[in-house]
């Protein structure tokens, strides 16, 4: 498969010493793996890696985007507008879910477990991380998602009515005050929504900015990271 390929090929950092844990990093619609790359890797001045964390930037196939007026786009799935108002396309999200999916088994197959697997993304990638952290893969770490929002009705939130136990996951969400594209009160309400479900929600709002990253909030991103994965190398106590 295309998609796989291209992950495998040009979009992954490996951990500086040994993997014991690995994010999922997707990128916003119309981006690249590599765009998301090198926009965190300038806004930080050098390249992102860690010790025992592997990164995984994946890049999303090329498919019909309405939005767009159905011109092909690297999108993770189609809907109908740019809006929470409109129902989701869930067709269109469960198969990107179940094909991203694959991804996260062959980390648990090389011996990643579940509870040391975060997965996250900016814009539409953060859309994704949701339905795959509470509707797909509960069992992981964490879930981030930046500039991020859920339609009103969405099925995640329908499906942590009904199972209440996938809402253990934590989330970090961070969000422009000043967003042109998805404004913050779609992110404070999907955050609200998914607080009254069950889910520790640590909402970030960031001053003056649009929709967009910036250097703060990626520090925010990597203090949270190390919090919910911190470094597990193996140790050994001398023996007197």
Request: contains cysteine; aromatic residues 10%; hydrophobic residues 40%.
């Given at each position: 498969m295309?998609?796989?390929?291209r992950i495998?090929?040009?979009?992954?950092?490996?951990?500086?010493?040994r993997?014991t844990?690995?994010?999922?990093?997707f990128?916003?619609?119309?981006?690249t793996?590599?765009d998301?790359?090198?926009?965190?890797?300038?806004?930080?001045?050098e390249?992102?890696?860690?010790?025992?964390?592997?990164?995984?930037?994946p890049s999303?196939p090329?498919?019909?985007?309405?939005?767009s007026?159905g011109?092909?786009?690297?999108?993770?799935?189609?809907?109908?507008?740019?809006?929470?108002q409109?129902?989701?396309?869930?067709?269109?999200?469960?198969?990107?879910?179940?094909?991203v999916?694959?991804w996260?088994e062959?980390e648990?197959?090389?011996?990643?477990?579940?509870?040391?697997?975060?997965?996250?993304g900016?814009s539409?990638?953060?859309?994704?991380?949701?339905?795959?952290?509470?509707?797909y893969?509960?069992?992981?770490?964490?879930?981030?998602?930046?500039?991020?929002?859920?339609?009103?009705?969405?099925l995640?939130?329908?499906h942590?009515?009904?199972?209440?136990?996938?809402?253990?996951?934590?989330?970090l969400?961070c969000?422009?005050?000043?967003?042109?594209l998805?404004?913050?009160a779609?992110g404070?309400?999907?955050a609200?929504?998914l607080?009254k479900?069950?889910?520790?929600?640590?909402?970030?709002?960031?001053q003056n900015?649009?929709?967009?990253?910036?250097?703060?909030?990626v520090?925010?991103?990597?203090?949270?990271l190390?919090?919910?994965?911190?470094?597990?190398?193996?140790?050994f106590s001398?023996?007197?």
């Amino acid at each position: 498969m295309a998609f796989m390929a291209r992950i495998s090929q040009a979009n992954i950092v490996q951990a500086t010493k040994r993997h014991t844990a690995t994010v999922f990093f997707f990128h916003g619609s119309g981006g690249t793996a590599e765009d998301m790359k090198e926009w965190i890797n300038i806004l930080i001045k050098e390249e992102l890696q860690f010790p025992h964390i592997k990164l995984v930037y994946p890049s999303a196939p090329t498919q019909p985007y309405t939005p767009s007026d159905g011109m092909l786009q690297n999108v993770w799935f189609d809907r109908m507008a740019i809006s929470n108002q409109v129902p989701e396309n869930v067709k269109s999200i469960d198969s990107m879910c179940q094909i991203v999916s694959k991804w996260i088994e062959k980390e648990v197959a090389d011996g990643i477990p579940y509870n040391r697997i975060i997965l996250g993304g900016f814009s539409m990638g953060g859309a994704l991380a949701f339905h795959l952290a509470y509707r797909y893969k509960t069992g992981i770490a964490g879930c981030f998602a930046m500039s991020s929002f859920l339609n009103k009705g969405s099925l995640v939130c329908e499906h942590l009515k009904a199972n209440p136990e996938s809402s253990k996951v934590p989330l970090l969400q961070c969000h422009g005050t000043e967003d042109t594209l998805v404004p913050i009160a779609w992110g404070e309400e999907t955050a609200k929504n998914l607080e009254k479900l069950g889910v520790n929600v640590k909402f970030v709002p960031l001053q003056n900015m649009d929709h967009a990253l910036n250097r703060s909030e990626v520090q925010i991103w990597k203090d949270w990271l190390l919090d919910v994965l911190p470094d597990k190398q193996l140790t050994f106590s001398p023996k007197y």
